[in-house]
């Protein structure tokens, strides 16, 4: 079901993704720097994730600007709390790549406002970019240490934008319930040498779901 999302002035272009019974959850799926919500992997998820009775609402926003692709994203959020078609008891933040930097803004946000009414149940970031290639000395980890709720990486064990032991001591400086999920000798765009595009995403589908489901124990039949 394709939508239009109210954003400032504009509109942002999203699709749903609908199971076939009535979801209780949800997960908002954007995409990273390049691309839009029509890249493989978010169709993949997308598809995935509604066949196994999850809503999934996935979106474009065009701008390199960390703050201002939080914003897109907050409002995304606001449109589907506010969503009459669908009443969800939560949701589920994703992105990939600089769309998961933008998720984990929204969390951040919203958990030290007043507005945290509990309606984001957790994040997923798929290759989460903690660092720019060959520049590990700054890392993107601000936000990922002031969660709380439960988050899951994703990430290639050769990532040349999250470097493993990198990520792995971030994840244990984090208050939230996390876990890693490595995907072996996979770089950034999750492409591994001797795998098809589609056998790694089964894998990376299969584990964001099973997941979303420990996380909120869907009723799945």
């Given amino acids: 079901v394709k939508v239009k999302i109210p954003f400032g002035s504009k509109y942002l272009d999203a699709i749903f993704s609908v199971p076939e019974k009535k979801p209780t959850y949800g997960v908002i799926l954007t995409h990273g720097a390049g691309g839009d919500m029509n890249f493989p992997h978010l169709v993949s998820l997308a598809a995935y994730l509604a066949s196994h ?14 703050a201002y ?3 897109a994203f907050k409002a995304v959020v606001e449109y589907l709390k506010l969503c009459d078609d669908y009443k969800l008891s939560g949701v589920f933040l994703a992105g990939r790549s600089m769309g998961s930097r933008a998720a984990a803004s929204v969390i951040r946000q919203l958990s030290q406002g007043d507005d945290d ?11 989460y970019p903690l ?15 002031l969660i709380t709720c439960p988050v899951l990486f994703v990430s290639g064990s ?46 990376v589908n299969a584990q964001v779901f099973s997941w979303l489901r420990e996380n909120v124990q869907l009723q799945h039949k």
């Fill in 53 to 66: 009775g999850v809503l999934c609402l996935r979106f474009t926003c065009k701008g390199l600007n960390v």
């Fill in 131 to 145: 660092h720019r290639p060959k520049l590990q000395s700054k890392l993107r980890d601000e936000d990922l240490l």
């Fill in 158 to 203: 050769a990532d040349e934008m999250c470097e493993k032991q990198l990520l792995e001591g971030v994840v244990r400086k984090m208050k939230a319930p996390k876990k890693i999920h490595w995907i072996d000798k996979a770089n950034h765009g999750m492409a591994v040498k001797g795998r098809t595009a589609d056998d790694v995403m089964e894998e």
């Fill in 69 to 71: 692709r939080t914003k």
């Fill in 117 to 127: 009414d509990g309606f984001i149940q957790g994040l997923v970031c798929l290759s």
